[in-house]
């Protein structure tokens, strides 16, 4: 699996937005290149918590861009895989299998954040456990996908924790965020008494 990975990741054309076969673009500013590069070279210098499988380069002689990563955290509490980076960048986090239940929790527990996820597996027990389990550290889980691309107006899309208040956008529940809602009640029949009809003894 891990040769397959690099192997993919390794494959993806990176350049400017004009070429569409491009699958990787530079990241959108100069802040965010040095931020995510920070986080590239905390890993590389860090073989004792971190291991750099694949990619790692960045470039901003042209553009900012920065190499689609992969990351081994030997750590489950690394900070790769506590923070949030918006950039290419994968961290991976190797547990034994027999750890599932175990390592389900750490996911829940790891990050402030809860925007996206998702679970890939065949055994629909597991998908089930992860599901319930991960309820509220995603507000979009994804089964069988990967958690990315969801489509404005097709899909609602909103997180959770630090991520947010969760208003789903691209749907009705969004409208809600923006209203102020008011009841009022008008009675044609006026009350001539503060008694409740329940509380007669008869």
């Keep these: ?14 350049g400017g937005v004009e070429d569409f076969s491009n699958f990787v673009n530079a990241v959108i500013d100069e802040k965010s290149f040095d931020k995510i590069r920070s986080y590239i070279d905390k890993a590389g210098k860090d073989p004792q918590k971190a291991e750099i499988w694949a990619g790692g380069h960045c470039d901003k002689s042209t553009g900012y861009f920065i190499q689609p990563t992969v990351i081994e955290a030997k750590d489950p509490q690394y900070v790769t895989m506590c923070e949030e980076i918006f950039g290419p960048v994968l961290t991976v986090y190797v547990y034994k299998a027999g750890d599932f239940a175990k390592t389900i929790a750490l996911v829940n527990a790891t990050s402030p ?83 409740y009809p329940f509380l007669s003894e008869e």
């Design 113 to 195: 954040y809860a925007l996206t996820g998702s679970i890939i597996a065949q055994d629909r027990a597991a998908i089930a456990f992860a599901t319930e389990n991960l309820r509220n550290a995603a507000g979009n889980f994804y089964v069988n996908d990967k958690p990315t691309g969801a489509v404005v107006g097709q899909q609602p899309f909103g997180g959770a924790r630090a991520s947010g208040t969760n208003d789903k956008a691209g749907s009705i529940l969004n409208l809600y965020r923006w209203l102020s809602a008011r009841t009022i009640k008008e009675t044609f029949v006026p009350p001539t008494d503060y008694r």
């Design 1 to 14: 699996m891990k040769k397959k990975l690099i192997e993919g990741v390794n494959s993806l054309k990176m």
